[in-house]
């Protein structure tokens, strides 16, 4: 269960705006989740001070100066999370400026879910048995 594939539902890829708000050390908002295939675009509003968005993993940036809005546009083309972080210097909280994009499910969540499901079940048949052996037994 933790290796077998899901089945795939196609999806159709999707143009997608994002407007994130960039200020005192946080992302407005700070998660984002997408399809593989979507064509993403962010805009990035700073409300005091200049930052960036640095995407890891898409190796892309933007910087927005304050009151403006500057706009990066990619293509999803990497199923996983990546963190995007501020990648211009802004003050003492600058390190813990960070969000997440989520490109394609959270299939590690759903196998963990099942496999618990799994577990449940034997432990329950496992403590069970001794009881019922002597049932099947007297048969």
Known sequence: MAFAPFPVRPVTPQERTFRIEAGQFSYTPSELSVNPGDTITIELV??????????D??????????GQTATLTFLADKPG????????????????MIGKLSVGQ?????????????????SIGYLMFPRLLPLITAH
């Not at 501020?86 to 813990?96: I, K, L, S, Y």
């Open 106 to 122: 959270n299939e590690w969540f759903y196998r963990s879910i099942g496999l618990s499901i799994i577990a449940t079940i034997g």
């Open 57 to 66: 993993g898409y190796d892309i940036s933007v910087e927005a100066d304050p």
């Open 46 to 55: 700073s409300t005091d001070v200049v930052h960036g968005l640095y995407v």
């Open 81 to 96: 999370s990546f963190r995007f972080r501020c990648n211009v210097t802004c003050g003492a909280m600058h390190p813990f």
